[in-house]
């Protein structure tokens, strides 16, 4: 392996002799080759690390080619949070099949293991928040990246030269920074809009690509949608049938399944019982229509039964019981009666655990994040705040609400959030879980039938591996009525009219489980040919449905690092990112440990989020 790549390191090599010859780099003097990468995000990080890894390597792959400089790369972050997602709670790190993390993600991962006390070469696949942002820090200080903190929000953008993306960018804590290249690694491509890159978000039509899984889904008869289906009847109105009438009128503008009518209620019924507020759709619209939502958001709380560090949930500012009373009637109507029946708790590190949404009605509240990537910042902070009260909200009720089984409040009220993490935000996730966002429109899009392919098919466009299945969460909340036929297995013919009306949740899907490997071509970094020139890590050219493979953090820290390389290597050669040297980026990118072939592929210590079982230390 070491001999194949240092024989391609040739046109790296040759690349860097050109602008030598051109008098472009100087030695032992001061260049303007400066790699700036917004946003401290898990593969913003990353990539800032893998430019300064490179620019060395370039510096000495011959005698003639050494300076004493070092390239100047800077991070600039909007806040003060450091590491994204990835030390923001979400500490079940899931990416299908560990044989494709290399390079330096899954050096980050093997350094949490070291804070943790694992043997040298073990990663950590469970991490808690301060422990990942303590590694993500040491691995930039290391390697003296520079990091602004707090710079604000972007105002403005002067864009210097288009086809190389030299830009300078103003933010609103009144500074402006200059990059030569420039990384986009936020979550909502904040940096790609302000400089006028086409972007798009939502779901295209499943004739936009020809793809089976894209636009609104068929819902409820999506048997792929599993335990995140309700398949009980839960009456869907604020007030319970018994106080109304009738039922609300019901009109079938179409049908979606043998046997399901599409119910287009009214926002109230005929005695103005309004649809419970944890169901924003009542016209969820036309299967296989393209729309402009996304996945549904949330926090990935940290929680503890650590007696000394708990801190007991309590109830947001403004909590209203009667907000909770679907998921009050859905845990009655299935006879809930445990807690790992509403949320996931994975185990990490340390007594501390991860929650996520786990069934139809958890974690996720369904249709507040439809507003956020094409949102001001003033939205989005209220989007932020309802998600937080949401979720808040939620665990309060279950631990106290004596609607609740007592098996579960029992449980639930012997958690609390963690009070050695997120000290600064009172113990709460800095970082919203947003799954999708906004993407780039590149010259390419990557589409369902492109994670089918087989493994290779990129070829010298390759610059990474994925390994993740289809995996939509939730999209929307809706209403469907039964037409008196079996759905599925569940009996409609019923007198009772609570048993003839069914919420549903659309657009999840978990399809094709195989976590087989696949490419990641480096045109998924780019924008269209003519568009300023950048790098989206966390915004690929792609699909919806492409996305719901490539939206994981692992998967972007992979993506970062062929950005940050990349970065490098189009300055020092002068090219245009859409005209870079693959071959060479590869042969860079390989020489760092990421995995670019099947040939790179490893057997290694890798297990499943949901199945591996963490060290654990003994606290009171």
């Not at 593969?43 to 893998?50: D, E, M, R, T, V």
């Not at 300064?52 to 080619?65: A, G, K």
């Not at 290391?142 to 288009?162: A, F, M, P, S, Y």
């Not at 279950?398 to 409040?409: T, Y």
Request: proline letters at 7%.
């Amino acid at each position: 392996m070491i001999p194949q790549v240092q024989i391609q390191m040739a046109p790296v090599i040759a690349a860097f002799a050109v602008v030598l010859n051109h008098g472009l780099v100087q030695t032992n003097s001061v260049v303007g080759t400066k790699i700036m990468v917004w946003e401290a995000s898990s593969s913003g990080i990353i990539a800032s690390i893998a430019a300064q890894r490179t620019w060395r390597s370039l510096n000495t792959v011959e005698d003639n080619l050494h300076t004493s400089e070092n390239i100047s790369v800077t991070v600039l972050n909007p806040g003060a949070h450091v590491g994204g997602l990835s030390s923001s709670g979400l500490g079940c790190v899931d990416a299908g099949n560990g044989s494709v993390i290399g390079g330096i993600t899954r050096e980050f991962y093997e350094n949490v293991g070291k804070l943790y006390g694992y043997p040298a070469r073990v990663a950590a696949w469970r991490i808690t928040p301060k422990i990942a942002e303590t590694a993500f820090r040491n691995m930039m200080r290391n390697e003296k990246v520079i990091l602004q903190e707090t710079v604000g929000r972007i105002t403005k953008c002067i864009v210097h030269d288009h086809s190389l993306g030299r830009m300078t960018i103003f933010t609103s804590s009144n500074r402006s920074f200059y990059g030569d290249r420039w990384i986009d690694a936020s979550y909502d491509a904040d940096l790609a809009v302000a400089c006028g890159v086409r972007t798009t978000f939502g779901r295209e039509s499943n004739t936009t690509y020809n793809e089976p899984l894209a636009g609104i889904l068929p819902e409820p008869s999506n048997a792929s949608a599993g335990h995140c289906q309700f398949n009980v009847a839960v009456d869907p109105f604020q007030s319970p049938w018994s106080t109304r009438e009738k039922p609300p009128d019901v009109h079938t503008p179409h049908v979606r399944r043998a046997g399901w009518e599409h119910a287009s209620f009214p926002s109230t019924n005929t005695r103005g019982a309004a649809l419970s507020p944890l169901i924003p759709s009542p016209h969820p619209g036309h299967p296989g229509d393209g729309d402009t939502k996304v996945m549904a958001y949330t926090f990935r709380v940290c929680i503890t039964n650590r007696s000394l560090i708990r801190v007991p949930f309590v109830s947001p500012e403004g909590y209203n019981r009667s907000d909770f009373e679907l998921l009050s009637r859905f845990i009655n109507a299935s006879a809930i009666t445990k807690v790992d029946q509403l949320i996931w708790r994975f185990a990490l590190p340390d007594g501390k655990f991860d929650v996520c949404n786990y069934g139809p009605l958890s974690t996720m509240p369904v249709g507040l994040q439809w507003a956020w990537p094409g949102g001001s910042a003033a939205t989005r902070q209220v989007i932020w705040q309802q998600h937080k009260d949401y979720v808040s909200g939620f665990l309060y009720f279950l631990a106290n609400d004596p609607a609740v089984p007592e098996s579960i409040r029992s449980d639930l009220s012997t958690f609390g959030l963690c009070g050695d993490e997120f000290e600064k935000t009172n113990h709460w996730p800095p970082q919203l879980y947003v799954r999708e966002s906004r993407r780039v429109l590149g010259d390419r899009i990557f589409t369902y039938h492109d994670r089918l392919k087989p493994l290779g098919w990129g070829g010298d466009t390759t610059v990474g591996l994925g390994a993740f299945w289809f995996d939509s969460v939730v999209v929307d909340r809706s209403v469907y009525t039964s037409s008196g036929s079996t759905a599925h297995g569940r009996v409609q013919d019923t007198s009772s009219i609570s048993e003839r009306v069914r919420v549903y949740n659309e657009g999840n899907y978990n399809a094709y489980s195989p976590h087989t490997p696949f490419d990641l071509p480096y045109w998924l970094l780019l924008p269209r040919s003519e568009d300023v020139a950048m790098f989206l890590p966390n915004n690929p050219s792609s699909s919806h449905v492409g996305f719901s493979s490539l939206r994981l953090e692992p998967t972007m820290m992979i993506l970062g690092q062929a950005a940050g390389t990349a970065a490098v290597l189009s300055a020092v050669s002068m090219a245009a990112p859409q005209h870079l040297n693959v071959t060479a980026l590869q042969s860079l990118l390989r020489s760092n440990g990421q995995r670019v072939f099947a040939a790179d592929l490893q057997r290694d210590d890798w297990t499943p989020c949901g199945v591996m079982s963490p060290p654990h230390l003994t606290h009171p």
